[in-house]
């Protein structure tokens, strides 16, 4: 099998099928016709810079590079996490957390994946580490905006019930530990559910491309397992790390809870 290029034209023939979107949206007066006519352009033209972007980076094979490309991604991912809040924790502090819980285990799940599973020459090599590590941040950013909606919501909705276990002396984390472990499990179903159906419900997109790029499909089904492996550690390392901090957000040293932080987006 051979890698068939794609062509604007081929992209173009391909864009026909959003008329379904629009179509779905115009019979049933959703108003989303505009929304997707935008979310499409702006993908169209991230993705074009993003593969400009990369392909200068490969060139370069500069480790300082491929870092700042990283915190640049790091960048997007917390304005996507703070965007997505329907009550988001004032501060820099939740800023802090809603960033650093993905990069955490995205960098993490990236270097395991480099340095021991992959092992390019060298390790930190652009063309490995970049995508590797978008798709763990991608993911991690899912889970961990999850975890915080679903946290600052129960915190809410709870709050007599919490501030009762509080007032009979439980501390914050026992307090809060019923809305913590449901957060935490909001957090992780996106994941379960993606390993359970994928290979019999669903042929996954990275190994859909590496097939219809030419690659073995036994070898292309073996990176799908290695990276939903991976996406499922870093997935877990940043629900769990964003829950635990959600739970400092939201309460103080002296074990009250402050809904006073949250604010409304």
């Not at 991604?73 to 502090?93: C, D, K, N």
């Amino acid at each position: 099998m051979t890698y068939v290029p794609l062509e604007i034209s081929d992209l173009a023939l391909a864009a026909l099928l959003l008329i379904a979107n629009g179509a779905v949206s115009f019979a049933f007066r959703l108003g989303l016709e505009r929304s997707l006519a935008i979310s499409a352009l702006r993908m169209v033209v991230q993705l074009a810079v993003v593969a400009l972007a990369l392909k200068y980076i490969f060139a370069l094979d500069s480790p300082l590079w491929t870092a700042l490309f990283a915190l640049f991604m790091t960048t997007a991912a917390a304005y996507e996490v703070v965007s997505r809040q329907e009550r988001r924790i004032g501060g820099a502090a939740a800023t802090a957390l809603g960033a650093g819980a993905p990069f955490f285990a995205g960098l993490v799940a990236t270097m395991f994946a480099t340095t021991l599973v992959i092992g390019p020459e060298p390790w930190y090599a652009p063309r490995y580490v970049l995508p590797i590590f978008g798709m763990m941040l991608g993911n991690a950013l899912s889970g961990t905006s999850l975890v915080l909606d679903a946290m600052t919501s129960a915190a809410v909705r709870e709050r007599s019930a919490i501030e009762a276990r509080l007032a009979l002396g439980a501390g914050r984390f026992e307090a809060l530990d019923g809305i913590l472990r449901r957060a935490l499990t909001t957090g992780l179903m996106p994941i379960v559910t993606a390993m359970a159906t994928t290979g019999v419900v669903a042929l996954p997109g990275m190994m859909t491309g590496q097939i219809l790029a030419g690659i073995d499909p036994v070898s292309a089904a073996k990176y799908q397992v290695m990276i939903m492996f991976l996406i499922a550690g870093s997935t877990s390392i940043a629900v769990v790390a964003a829950g635990l901090g959600s739970v400092l957000l939201l309460t103080d040293e002296r074990h009250r809870l402050r809904l006073d932080r949250l604010r409304q987006t």
